[in-house]
């Protein structure tokens, strides 16, 4: 019962580098979300998915891009790292209907460092 | 504006209550979520509230006013294993999650 798996989940980038962090669901969710959590601050949103093939900007979506070309996945990219992205990053995956969409599904985290 | 407020860290003894609040403006509400997060971890969904009222779950409970922006999320009979954060959201009329920087709560033997 893998759930929602993201990789890596550790990494360390010098500025400038560039990566990409990848979210896997089997519970066969519509929605997909890419968060950042840093010390002191809620949860925000960098962009997520209603469906396969769409993606959209959240709250913070400067410095990085998605893909979601298959429903299962959803790829976070970082073209050109900066010390302020480091953080914790959360992939997320829910139902598409209504309410239930705030119950979410959470991957363990990819913690990066931005050097 | 959109905004959540709880308090940063609470203290609590074994086996007591403790109550955690939050409170919330946002546009559009539809409905108010609490997440529990152990360090390290990933959040897990705890409850959901968009009406008035008490919801029972458990050892847990959680309380939604609308008209005061307010909610609070009741642990009765507190075991180690609550120490935790947890995280209040509201959801606006978009169906998005703002969510709160999250309360630290430790568990005193």
């Known amino acids: 019962n893998a759930g929602v798996t993201q990789t890596p989940k550790f990494r360390v980038l010098k500025t400038g580098q560039s990566m990409t962090l990848l979210c896997a669901q089997d519970?066969?969710?519509?929605?997909m979300y890419w968060y950042r959590q840093d010390p002191g601050m809620g949860l925000r949103l960098i962009h997520y998915?209603?469906?396969?093939?769409?993606?959209a900007k959240g709250e913070v979506p400067d410095g990085y891009n998605v893909s979601r070309l298959k429903k299962q996945n959803f790829l976070l990219g970082l073209e050109s790292a900066a010390p302020s992205q480091t953080s914790v990053y959360f992939c997320?995956?829910?139902?598409?209907?209504?309410?239930?969409?705030?119950?979410?599904?959470f991957g363990e985290g990819s913690r990066l460092t931005v050097l | 504006g959109q905004n959540i407020d709880q308090p940063t860290e609470m203290t609590a003894t074994e086996g007591a209550i403790v109550q955690i609040n939050c409170t919330y403006q946002t546009s559009g509400f539809n409905g108010l979520f609490w997440y529990q997060q152990h360090a390290g971890e990933a959040p897990t969904f705890l409850s959901y509230?968009?009406l008035d009222g008490l919801e029972e779950k458990g050892r847990f409970s959680s309380f939604l006013s609308r008209s005061k922006g307010y909610s609070y999320l009741l642990l009765k009979e507190l075991q180690m294993k609550d120490s935790a954060s947890y995280l209040c959201a509201s959801m606006d009329s978009n169906y998005q999650l703002i969510w709160g920087a999250g309360t630290k709560l430790i568990i005193k033997p």
């Open positions: 998915s209603v469906g396969e093939g769409t993606t």
């Open positions: 519970m066969n969710h519509e929605y």
């Open positions: 997320a995956s829910s139902y598409s209907s209504g309410e239930v969409t705030g119950e979410l599904f």
């Open positions: 509230n968009v």
